[in-house]
């Protein structure tokens, strides 16, 4: 049966892929599937998301607790005319299925795709489960160069982080995974601006080579939400954005500025290409406020 599968050929660039070439600074946000075989709920905060994304990361089995397939959730946004960045996982197939994974992505036109570990099968609920873990992160992006090489127009990326580990060891990472393909970087959540300048400025040293670099942001908007950064994603928050809020009379107010501050500096540096804003509340009232912090130009892109 025929049906609205392609709506572009795939020999052209994705959305996302096509702003960053034009050297637009890019908002992108993350969206996870529905635990249920319900997607009402979940085009919704997707739709409320891309009044300021211009691509939506769709998450696959964040924190090991399983949601609706991340393919099939990327392609119903595509359905909706929302560009996603897929995200697979080294976890939970092997390589025969991951193969087949990538085969299925190139007919329906899921073009982004983030290549990633996955968090520790711990994190789940289920004592029985076990982590597959066949390939590399390395191996994974090198599977879709391969497809690339035969005409697919996938746009790949890896994801690095520059918070809980050396500049010089996420470059090394970083390095690695545009040797075997990768397009762009994604970083986990960043809270100052010194390691990812650092990083872009590494990253420059790989000239015409040079990937895309987006930086994650996750506001923190009181003491709370730094401990869940740091306790569900292992991400150290910084002892000033800590002290920032404890001394602030509005935690709120003041996380809200130190994320548009944080925006405005990396919209200055020479290297990041854009930011991938993960929310733990995505409500209208959140999404407005966010969207105040990225600025008019977000405004714009939407």
Wanted: proline content about 6%; overall charge positive.
């Amino acid at each position: 049966m025929e049906g609205p599968v392609l709506t572009r050929p795939l020999s052209t660039p994705s959305p996302l892929e096509a702003r960053l070439a034009a050297g637009e600074f890019v908002i992108a946000s993350e969206v996870s599937p529905p635990r249920r075989a319900r997607l009402s709920s979940f085009i919704r905060r997707a739709r409320r998301l891309g009044r300021f994304a211009v691509a939506l990361t769709v998450t696959n089995n964040h924190a090991a607790r399983p949601r609706l397939e991340s393919l099939v959730a990327a392609y119903v946004l595509r359905l909706q005319g929302i560009d996603p960045i897929w995200v697979v996982n080294t976890r939970d197939r092997n390589r025969l299925a991951l193969k087949s994974q990538i085969l299925a992505a190139g007919l329906l036109g899921v073009q982004n795709v983030l290549c990633v570990k996955g968090d520790p099968i711990e994190k789940g609920p289920d004592p029985e489960a076990r982590a597959v873990h066949d390939l590399s992160t390395v191996e994974l992006i090198g599977l879709f160069a391969q497809q690339k090489a035969e005409g697919h127009h996938f746009f790949v990326g890896g994801a690095v982080d520059v918070t809980s580990a050396p500049v010089e060891k996420a470059f090394r990472l970083a390095r690695r995974r545009v040797e075997s393909g990768a397009d762009f970087l994604q970083t986990q959540p960043v809270f100052e601006l010194g390691p990812i300048a650092e990083l872009a400025e590494r990253l420059r040293l790989l000239g015409n080579r040079r990937p895309y670099l987006i930086a994650g942001l996750m506001p923190v908007l009181d003491l709370e939400d730094i401990g869940r950064v740091e306790r569900n994603l292992g991400i150290p928050v910084p002892a000033s954005v800590r002290e920032t809020l404890a001394r602030a009379a509005d935690p709120r107010e003041a996380g809200f500025k130190l994320l548009a501050d944080l925006v405005a500096g990396l919209r200055r540096i020479d290297g990041v290409d854009g930011v991938n804003v993960m929310l733990f509340d995505q409500t209208d009232h959140m999404v407005e406020s966010v969207l105040a912090c990225l600025g008019t130009r977000a405004e714009a892109a939407s």
